[in-house]
């Protein structure tokens, strides 16, 4: 997940998250759908004050929101006194050391403010006394059972007496990382379309599955490295024209991977 956000990706999303076209901006903004295109395309820079304006009106946004000088888009004017954040939590969010976007989507997420409230209530101590309580009452009851009964030590009953005192940590730390789980779970599938987030799928077992297609192409072993190679690189070799394989073969011949890997090696022999 990236740190920061590109005008372009900031003008794509906030016509995306509105489910605009592009001629839909166009007929409201004036602007054309080309420009608007271009706006949005990673590699374009240059964008007219005026359309900046004309769009942040149209989004409702402020031009710095547009230009991605601030991440607020409806609290511009929001004070660090009103935060409550200590000198070392602002230092924090302007030393670049962690992700602030994300820190924002974890403490906007539905179950942060669970998880702030048990975290809460573990620090000041809060259920303490009643963990305790449970705690000696169940201890009382299987003192009881042993002077009565004197039961042995495997005996069911007084191993469950045992057990079912509960350790404050244990149960804190227990709710909490099901609440924190369920909030990075949320997230990272929020994300999963990134062009930052990892693929899920395995390139080794791409890799493999395009050499075990590769041995079933018909043709030489040069044949079958370059269908890997080609595959590696997105190009369907079975498209290529003749006189394409050709020239790709020509080239391979010369690369010392080929020379080195099996197929070189079968070649040889």
Known sequence: MKQGITIQERLKDLRTERHLKLEDVAEATGISKSALGNYEN??????????????AEFYNVSTDYLLCLTENRNHPDTGLTELHLSD????????GRINNRLLCEIATHENFIPL???????VDGIATMRFQDINAALETVRAEVLQ??????????????????IQEEDYFCHVTHKEWDAILHDIRQEHEDDAESASEQSNTLKIIADAEKAMRFPGNALDKFCYVMCSQLQISYEKLTEKERADLKNIMKKSGIFKDSPLGSQKRR
């Open 88 to 95: 070392s939590m602002v230092e924090l969010l302007k030393s």
């Open 148 to 165: 009565k009964y004197q039961p042995k030590k495997e005996d069911t009953t007084l191993k469950a007496l045992q057990a079912s005192q």
């Open 116 to 122: 702030m409230t048990d975290a809460e209530i573990y």
């Open 42 to 55: 990673d590699d374009y820079r240059e964008i007219s004050h005026g359309s900046i304006i004309t769009l």
